[in-house]
């Protein structure tokens, strides 16, 4: 049986010298208008009394991330993290679940082309530094120094080599593997080909759920390692605006 099973190759247009991968442009453009679409939905119909499903599921979602942010870095939460963890996750689950369409073939999901998640790496681990050195200086140097000096160039290779590219790559190969699977499902006989490939798309939308969730969490875990690097006297100048959005 012939196999015409193409992984990782994308619908791409040459611009300027530069490639683009226009089926992970226009998933990604989807994905980001039913986070956008479905988060204002919920804002206009929000209801104290008589929330919908979709409403308990975001609130749902926003309760997790701030336990997580609480239990993780106490009151020490910078400005618009809790909110950048809820849209990163709900951001990846859909990008992921559109696995679970039949126009996978032509349109993948997004996070399964490595520039995607190579770009929301960069953002997170920008803003992460960025916010790290502002927030404490000291700590900042104290996370790469310490406990042990002689390992400082390791630990230096580790944040800013070895986290940024694990957690890229622990996103990407698995939506990748998914798509792979998927595909393979694909050249069973057809008498055989709805019981598999209904369970597999099952178990992929799981896998991309806990995607979702790992990386939400990795984020949240790796603010909260500067946190705990700072000093005292560092923690407790942090201004009542960011520590409330962590303990609400």
Same mark, same amino acid.
């Given at each position: 049986?012939?196999?015409?099973?193409?992984?990782?190759?994308?619908?791409?247009?040459? %611009?300027?010298?530069?490639?683009?991968?226009?089926?992970?442009?226009?998933?990604?453009?989807?994905?980001?208008? !039913?986070?956008?679409?479905?988060?204002? @939905?919920?804002?206009?119909?929000?209801?104290?009394?008589?929330?919908?499903?979709?409403? %308990?599921?975001?609130?749902?979602?926003?309760?997790?991330?701030?336990?997580?942010?609480?239990?993780?870095?106490?009151?020490?939460?910078?400005?618009?993290?809790?909110?950048? #963890?809820?849209?990163? @996750?709900?951001? !990846?689950?859909? #990008?992921?679940?559109?696995?679970?369409?039949?126009?996978?073939?032509?349109?993948?999901?997004?996070?399964?082309?490595?520039?995607?998640?190579?770009?929301?790496?960069?953002?997170?681990?920008?803003?992460?530094?960025?916010?790290?050195?502002?927030?404490?200086?000291?700590?900042?140097?104290?996370?790469?120094?310490?406990?042990?000096?002689?390992?400082?160039?390791?630990?230096?290779?580790?944040?800013?080599?070895?986290?940024?590219?694990? %957690?890229?790559?622990?996103?990407?190969?698995?939506?990748?593997?998914?798509?792979?699977?998927?595909?393979?499902?694909?050249?069973?006989?057809?008498?055989?080909?709805?019981?598999?490939?209904?369970?597999?798309?099952?178990?992929?939308?799981?896998?991309?759920? !806990?995607?979702?969730? $790992?990386?939400?969490?990795?984020? $949240? !875990?790796?603010?909260?390692?500067?946190?705990?690097?700072?000093?005292?006297?560092?923690?407790?100048?942090?201004?009542?605006?960011?520590?409330?959005?962590?303990?609400?």
């Amino acid at each position: 049986m012939s196999s015409d099973l193409t992984p990782g190759q994308h619908w791409s247009v040459e %611009l300027a010298g530069m490639t683009f991968h226009l089926d992970t442009i226009l998933a990604t453009v989807i994905a980001g208008g !039913i986070v956008a679409g479905t988060g204002l @939905f919920v804002a206009r119909r929000a209801s104290v009394t008589n929330p919908g499903r979709l409403q %308990l599921a975001y609130e749902a979602l926003v309760g997790w991330v701030r336990r997580q942010v609480r239990d993780g870095m106490g009151l020490d939460a910078p400005a618009g993290l809790v909110g950048f #963890c809820v849209t990163t @996750f709900a951001f !990846i689950l859909v #990008c992921n679940w559109l696995a679970a369409l039949p126009t996978e073939h032509v349109l993948p999901p997004p996070t399964a082309d490595v520039n995607l998640v190579y770009a929301m790496t960069l953002v997170v681990f920008t803003w992460l530094n960025v916010w790290a050195i502002r927030f404490s200086p000291r700590g900042y140097v104290r996370h790469i120094t310490e406990p042990y000096k002689v390992m400082a160039g390791f630990e230096f290779v580790i944040t800013y080599f070895s986290r940024p590219a694990s %957690l890229a790559l622990r996103l990407f190969g698995n939506l990748l593997a998914g798509g792979i699977m998927v595909s393979v499902i694909g050249l069973l006989p057809a008498y055989l080909l709805w019981l598999p490939n209904a369970g597999w798309k099952l178990f992929d939308m799981f896998i991309g759920a !806990i995607q979702a969730l $790992i990386f939400t969490q990795l984020t $949240i !875990i790796y603010f909260a390692d500067y946190v705990h690097a700072a000093p005292p006297e560092d923690r407790r100048a942090v201004s009542a605006a960011p520590a409330s959005e962590g303990s609400s």
